[in-house]
């Protein structure tokens, strides 16, 4: 219930609240309403200005004030609301919904049904299963983003490989089900980072070989190094550096470290965020010859 208020209301911080609702009932007038005590969430949500405006708040402001009866929490965002990072406070607020309704700025909204089985309650949250979110997001995302989120999604456990196909049996025939496959397909837990995972899937996609995530480099029964991606029986493995916040200077010597650390039989290349951004080609080649390279030496011995 609205309580009254001066400035501020007494029972409002950390609340949620509708503008109309408390101009209505003389709590507050248009022009406090627009003051520095508070902030506009969506059109008519409001909430303390105090509170760190997050993904997650916005998330609570849409299902407390604008989602109608049957609406759920979905995609990107419900994986957000599970533990998954890759999600801006900028970003819409994903939701599906068994009817049309909105448009309602800040809101991305799907149109479908979602069986008992799909819907999760946990909290205050009602969200879709983590299963059902691998399932959209596999249709509304490309097949590379899609596989960053499942990625995350099993690596918090909330999801496996296997839970997926089973999931996937009881959709057979049904549209998605090819994209979702793909997706779980190229999936792999083991990813620590959404641009690992990028590189990853775009390799497999460019026609090389599947590499091995997280790869634990071992000499003598003892541990040397972990590399992002490789291809152990050929010791080839790649680096992405665009987690290095250190000047140039400082990754040029990280880089000579780790190639040390696995020693001349090892080839590493290692890959820039600028890359990531800008096209992979050139280093899919580099990496495709030496594959080949190394391959036929196998061959040879």
């Given at each position: 219930m609205l309580r009254a208020m001066s400035v501020r209301p007494s029972g409002y911080p950390g609340k949620i609240f509708r503008g109309s609702e408390a101009i209505r009932r003389g709590l507050m007038s248009p022009r406090k309403l627009r003051g520095r005590a508070w902030q506009r969430l969506f059109r008519d949500v409001y909430a303390d200005a105090r509170l760190e405006r997050t993904h997650k708040l916005r998330c609570k402001a849409a299902q407390a004030y604008l989602l109608p009866d049957g609406a759920l929490i979905a995609g990107r965002s419900a994986a957000h609301l599970f533990g998954v990072p890759y999600v801006d406070e900028s970003d819409p607020i994903e939701v599906i919904a068994p009817h049309k309704f909105g448009p309602i700025a800040g809101l991305k909204i799907h149109v479908g049904s979602c069986a008992e089985s799909d819907r999760h309650r946990q909290g205050p949250w009602h969200l879709t299963t983590p299963a059902r979110i691998c399932w959209d997001l596999a249709s509304w995302l490309d097949t590379v983003e899609a596989v960053v989120f499942a990625d995350a999604i099993a690596a918090r456990d909330l999801v496996s490989r296997e839970s997926l196909i089973r999931y996937a049996l009881g959709r057979k025939g049904t549209r998605g089900y090819v994209r979702f496959m793909a997706v779980v397909d190229l999936m792999d837990p083991a990813?620590?980072?959404?641009?690992?995972?990028?590189?990853?899937?775009?390799?497999?996609?460019?026609?090389?070989?599947?590499?091995?995530?997280?790869?634990?480099?071992?000499?003598?029964?003892?541990?040397?190094?972990?590399?992002?991606?490789?291809?152990?029986?050929?010791?080839?493995?790649?680096?992405?550096?665009?987690?290095?916040?250190?000047?140039?200077?400082?990754?040029?010597?990280?880089?000579?470290?780790?190639?040390?650390?696995?020693?001349?039989?090892?080839?590493?290349?290692h890959v820039t965020a600028d890359q990531m951004r800008h096209?992979?080609?050139?280093?899919?080649?580099?990496?495709r010859a030496a594959i080949k390279t190394r391959q036929r030496a196998r061959t040879r011995s």
């Amino acid at each position: 219930m609205l309580r009254a208020m001066s400035v501020r209301p007494s029972g409002y911080p950390g609340k949620i609240f509708r503008g109309s609702e408390a101009i209505r009932r003389g709590l507050m007038s248009p022009r406090k309403l627009r003051g520095r005590a508070w902030q506009r969430l969506f059109r008519d949500v409001y909430a303390d200005a105090r509170l760190e405006r997050t993904h997650k708040l916005r998330c609570k402001a849409a299902q407390a004030y604008l989602l109608p009866d049957g609406a759920l929490i979905a995609g990107r965002s419900a994986a957000h609301l599970f533990g998954v990072p890759y999600v801006d406070e900028s970003d819409p607020i994903e939701v599906i919904a068994p009817h049309k309704f909105g448009p309602i700025a800040g809101l991305k909204i799907h149109v479908g049904s979602c069986a008992e089985s799909d819907r999760h309650r946990q909290g205050p949250w009602h969200l879709t299963t983590p299963a059902r979110i691998c399932w959209d997001l596999a249709s509304w995302l490309d097949t590379v983003e899609a596989v960053v989120f499942a990625d995350a999604i099993a690596a918090r456990d909330l999801v496996s490989r296997e839970s997926l196909i089973r999931y996937a049996l009881g959709r057979k025939g049904t549209r998605g089900y090819v994209r979702f496959m793909a997706v779980v397909d190229l999936m792999d837990p083991a990813a620590e980072s959404a641009p690992e995972t990028r590189l990853r899937v775009r390799l497999v996609l460019a026609g090389l070989p599947r590499p091995t995530a997280q790869h634990e480099v071992m000499r003598d029964g003892v541990f040397v190094a972990r590399v992002d991606l490789a291809w152990p029986e050929l010791k080839i493995a790649l680096e992405y550096d665009g987690r290095w916040h250190a000047s140039a200077s400082q990754l040029e010597r990280d880089r000579r470290r780790l190639n040390r650390l696995l020693g001349a039989d090892w080839m590493v290349f290692h890959v820039t965020a600028d890359q990531m951004r800008h096209g992979l080609d050139d280093l899919f080649n580099e990496v495709r010859a030496a594959i080949k390279t190394r391959q036929r030496a196998r061959t040879r011995s």
